[in-house]
């Protein structure tokens, strides 16, 4: 008789556990669904976003920003090809006169965009008066880096640093435009709660499969026709169990 208490009790126990897990099992599955319509509605809201004309006039600055830092890449260039050949002539200048702008310079040929006055084209001056004189001697390169000395012309300077310092402007207004553009911060957003969401999706699969690896391990029918057999042996009695 206790062995049969033991196992009724066993029995109730397991139905609540399995009552409680279908339960749960229920809820779970009722999120995963509201989650992944959400998700559809995240997904139609990034497709209508796409297609605004917030979002399209966005890209379009994007494009035209990406156009002018080229336009910038292609001007750094060209002041390098400009000084390289002659940095050997400034290097020796810098022996024969004492100048923080050449010593940048030296350091990089962009500090153009930093000689408000062009103290340059004066330093070149000085460079191949002091190379015609002798005074600077770069052996068999004098001939070339008098060539490329004359070559550089300060309306060309002007020009680059013009063109420079506009395409940086026109920069900095694009910033302000994609600043005030929400179109694209919407965009993360979405994508942000769409991943978010398939997040919570994928650990509720694991919850849902450990549930499900609980509830067959509940063997009620098993317990079921334990308890009848102990009653039959007991009193002879066949009796059903209806659950």
Same mark, same amino acid.
């Given at each position: 008789?206790?062995? +049969?208490?033991?196992?009724? #009790?066993?029995?109730?126990?397991?139905? %609540?556990?399995?009552?409680?897990?279908? %339960?749960?099992?229920?809820?779970?599955?009722?999120?995963? /669904?509201?989650?992944?319509?959400?998700?559809?509605?995240?997904?139609?809201?990034?497709?209508?976003?796409?297609?605004?004309?917030?979002?399209?006039?966005?890209?379009?600055?994007?494009? %035209?920003?990406?156009?002018?830092?080229?336009?910038?890449?292609?001007?750094?260039?060209?002041?390098?090809?400009?000084?390289?050949?002659?940095?050997?002539?400034?290097?020796?200048?810098?022996?024969?006169?004492?100048?923080?702008?050449?010593?940048?310079?030296?350091?990089?040929?962009?500090?153009?965009?930093?000689?408000?006055?062009?103290?340059?084209?004066?330093?070149?001056?000085?460079?191949?008066?002091? +190379?015609?004189?002798?005074?600077?001697?770069?052996?068999?390169?004098?001939?070339?880096?008098?060539? #490329?000395?004359?070559?550089?012309?300060?309306?060309?300077?002007?020009?680059?640093?013009?063109?420079?310092?506009?395409?940086?402007?026109?920069?900095?207004?694009?910033?302000?435009?994609?600043?005030?553009?929400?179109?694209?911060?919407?965009?993360?957003?979405?994508?942000?709660?769409?991943?978010? #969401?398939?997040?919570? +999706?994928?650990?509720?699969?694991?919850?849902?499969?450990?549930?499900?690896? /609980?509830?067959?391990?509940?063997?009620?029918?098993?317990?079921?026709?334990?308890?009848?057999?102990?009653?039959?042996?007991?009193?002879?009695?066949?009796?059903?169990?209806?659950?």
């Amino acid at each position: 008789i206790l062995n +049969i208490s033991e196992l009724l #009790n066993k029995l109730i126990s397991s139905i %609540k556990t399995k009552e409680e897990l279908n %339960k749960q099992l229920v809820s779970l599955n009722e999120t995963s /669904k509201n989650l992944e319509f959400e998700n559809y509605s995240l997904n139609q809201n990034i497709s209508d976003l796409i297609n605004s004309d917030s979002y399209k006039a966005y890209i379009q600055l994007e494009d %035209k920003k990406k156009v002018l830092e080229n336009n910038l890449v292609e001007i750094k260039n060209k002041v390098f090809e400009i000084f390289s050949p002659i940095e050997r002539g400034l290097k020796k200048l810098q022996h024969e006169q004492n100048s923080k702008t050449l010593d940048s310079y030296i350091i990089t040929p962009l500090a153009l965009f930093e000689d408000e006055k062009f103290e340059i084209i004066e330093m070149l001056d000085n460079l191949k008066s002091l +190379i015609v004189t002798k005074k600077i001697d770069l052996s068999e390169k004098n001939s070339k880096i008098l060539e #490329n000395i004359n070559s550089i012309k300060k309306v060309y300077l002007v020009k680059l640093v013009n063109d420079y310092r506009e395409y940086i402007f026109k920069i900095n207004e694009i910033d302000k435009e994609l600043s005030d553009n929400t179109s694209v911060k919407t965009y993360v957003e979405y994508g942000y709660n769409i991943n978010f #969401n398939k997040h919570k +999706i994928e650990k509720i699969c694991v919850e849902i499969e450990r549930i499900d690896s /609980k509830l067959a391990s509940i063997q009620i029918d098993e317990l079921k026709n334990k308890i009848e057999k102990k009653i039959f042996e007991v009193s002879g009695d066949k009796i059903s169990i209806i659950i």
